[in-house]
C-alpha cells in the first residue's frame, strides 16, 4: 500500500502516523506529497490534484479523497480508540463523503494559517 499525503499538513501527518495498517495489509509506503519524487508527477499528471485529496494506492487501484479514507478505515486494525473511530466514521461510503469536504476545508484552513502554500504540481 502506497499513501500519498500531505506532509506539510499538520492533520494530515498526524492521521497517517496514527493509522495502523501493516498488521492488515503488510507493508506501507508513507509519500509526501510535496517531496520531488517522479510517482508524484505521475499522479498529477494522470490528473489527481493532490489539493483535493491523499491518495491511497492498494495493488492496481488509486483511490483519492473520501474513497482514500474509506479504504484506510476498512484496512486498519481497531487496536487502538482512534483506529477504532477511524474505522466506524469512515467505513460508511456516505459518512466518509459527508466529513471528508470538512476535512479537506480544514487542511486548507491551517495550511493558510501556518503561512504554508497549496500543493503545487511537480515537474520531474
Known amino acids: 500500500m502506497l499513501i500519498v499525503y500531505d506532509g506539510a499538513c499538520p492533520f494530515c501527518g498526524a492521521y ?3 493509522l495502523r495498517l501493516r498488521e492488515q495489509v503488510g ?7 510535496r517531496d520531488p519524487d517522479a510517482r508524484i508527477a505521475n499522479y ?8 483535493q485529496g ?9 483511490h483519492t479523497g473520501a474513497d482514500a479514507m474509506q ?31 470538512l476535512l479537506r476545508a480544514g487542511r486548507r484552513i491551517a ?10 504540481k511537480h515537474h520531474c
Open 16 to 18: 497517517v502516523g496514527l
Open 71 to 101: 479504504v484506510l478505515a476498512l484496512c486498519s486494525t481497531v487496536s487502538d480508540w482512534f483506529n477504532r473511530c477511524n474505522a466506524w466514521i469512515f467505513a460508511s461510503r456516505l459518512r466518509a463523503r459527508l466529513l471528508y469536504p
Open 27 to 33: 507493508e506501507v509506503e508513507l509519500l509526501n506529497a
Open 54 to 62: 491523499m491518495l491511497v494506492v492498494l495493488g492496481d487501484a488509486v
Open 111 to 120: 495550511l493558510l494559517m501556518l503561512g504554508i502554500p497549496l500543493i503545487r
Open 44 to 51: 498529477q499528471q494522470q490528473g489527481f490534484d493532490l489539493d
